[in-house]
């Protein structure tokens, strides 16, 4: 305390004499980085939901929403882009897995911030190589915690049967531990942001809610009995506010140590909504069906697909007194992060890193209210898509669909027959980019 009281005063002198701007002068920021799991446009209050969120909309009010911010059609794929800066086709990965993502040596997001004497960790999902020695603390993470794999069983906190179905630890070895998923991922992080160092930390939380199978005491389903009437999207929206819930422990932790006004907070979720879900045996317990999961609308698509409800997601970032309340509306992309964030922190990149996202901390600031046009690239299996500007290309085959998103936010009208000279333009930049694919 008496460290950070003489670095108050520092900077409280530097302000006044006007040597330094107040974004030069503030302190190295904690970083919480908070990704839900397959959680959909519509699901979270300041969307309109039904669902009720109350400290993801605080969050969203009082800093900045995010209302273009671009993922990838599903888990393990987001995870690597923020992770790595890059698309994760890069790596040969287009969706979710169980094998080792990332090969050794590869400088993530974790690592440079641990390079610039951050406290790393992660708590919650892994999904880039699902067993203990391809985990988090071989890619730059000092603690970890939660599931290598992916959406487990809640309470026994097992994955699907097979080899990785065992899959829950700390620090890379494995562990029994009795309560719900939802609450040990959140107790774990209040755990490090209780007892924080002088270090500064990036905390990277990442719920397995609303993922499937979704098991949710009574007391989290019971507000919404008479409010939605399918009991699958009842149990859903329990899961979702029993994560809000977990979210509003750890920002009030922030509080309640002193350290919420130096700490950057950014929620997004993974991917778009997913549709019905039945237990088909894979898990080790016995299930509830779920026909209805997560909203998209009124965007397209939905987990899985390339169209803007399957990769355009609920996001926002807050941090008091550096990013003003408001909205950006210009696009962005989860690869952005790493280079925003390291650029803010002025991590010094002695090698190409082949970022494909850039720095977009002047759109977060105000100081740039645009960006010029850029390529935006997506794919899925056999479908792929790519933004330019408010074009957005989607092939499957040999079938093309245009749209303008300017227009057409929620690609109801095909433009590729009366557009052949733009549909093969972006068709042609559709290439460039699979070309650079691992």
């Known amino acids: 305390m008496i460290r950070q ?14 040597l330094v701007d107040a974004e030069q002068a503030h302190p190295r920021p904690n970083i919480l980085v908070i990704i839900s799991d397959d959680q959909g446009w519509a699901d979270v209050g300041y ?5 009720l969120t109350p400290n993801i909309d605080r969050l969203a009010k009082e ?29 040969g990965l287009d969706g979710a897995t169980n094998s080792q993502v990332f090969p050794f040596g590869t400088i993530t997001l974790a690592s440079a911030l641990k390079g610039l004497g951050y406290d790393t960790g992660i708590t919650g999902k892994w999904h880039l190589g699902s067993m203990p020695q391809a985990g988090p603390f071989k890619f730059g993470f000092n603690r970890s915690y939660g599931s290598f794999a992916g959406g487990v069983d809640q309470y026994t906190h097992l994955y699907k049967k097979g080899k990785f179905s065992n899959t829950w630890h700390r620090n890379d070895q494995y562990v029994e531990e009795e309560g719900h998923a939802t609450d040990l991922i959140a107790r774990e992080a209040i755990r490090w942001i209780e007892a924080k160092g002088e270090a500064p930390f990036y905390i990277q939380v990442a719920f397995t809610a609303v993922h499937v199978p979704i098991q949710e005491p009574k007391e989290w389903v019971k507000p919404y009995a008479g409010k939605i009437e399918n009991e699958s999207r009842r149990r859903y929206a329990a899961c979702a506010t029993h994560m809000d819930d977990a979210i509003g422990q750890m920002l009030s932790a922030l509080k309640r140590t002193g350290q919420w006004e130096n700490t950057m907070v950014l929620f997004t979720s993974d991917n778009g909504g997913s549709g019905g879900w039945r237990p088909t045996g894979k898990y080790p317990g016995k299930y509830e069906a779920s026909p209805v999961l997560g909203n998209n609308l009124p965007l397209r698509g939905r987990k899985g697909s390339v169209y803007e409800g399957g990769i355009r997601v609920p996001a926002c970032i807050s941090w008091p007194g550096v990013l003003k309340p408001g909205k950006v509306t210009e696009p962005i992309h989860i690869v952005d992060w790493m280079p925003t964030l390291l650029s803010l922190l002025s991590y010094k990149v002695e090698e190409d890193l082949g970022w494909d996202g850039m ?4 759109l977060l600031t105000g100081k740039q209210a645009e960006l010029e046009d850029r390529e935006f690239y997506f794919k899925r299996g056999s479908s792929t898509a790519l933004r330019y500007g408010d074009w957005k290309l989607v092939q499957s085959g040999r079938r093309q669909e245009l749209f303008n998103l300017a227009n057409d936010p929620n690609e109801k009208s095909n433009l590729a027959p009366e557009q052949k000279e ?17």
Request: one cysteine or more; aromatic letters at 8%.
């Open 359 to 362: 720095n977009v901390w002047p």
């Open 63 to 91: 800093g900045l929403v995010l209302d273009q911010h671009y993922v990838t059609p599903m888990c393990s794929s987001t995870r690597a882009c923020l992770l790595s800066g890059r698309y994760s086709t890069r790596f």
């Open 47 to 51: 969307h309109g939901s039904e669902i």
């Open 422 to 438: 733009l549909v093969a333009s972006l068709s042609g930049r559709l290439s460039r980019q699979r070309a650079r694919d691992k």
């Open 5 to 18: 009281r003489q670095a108050e005063l520092i900077l409280f002198f530097a302000l006044s004499s006007g």
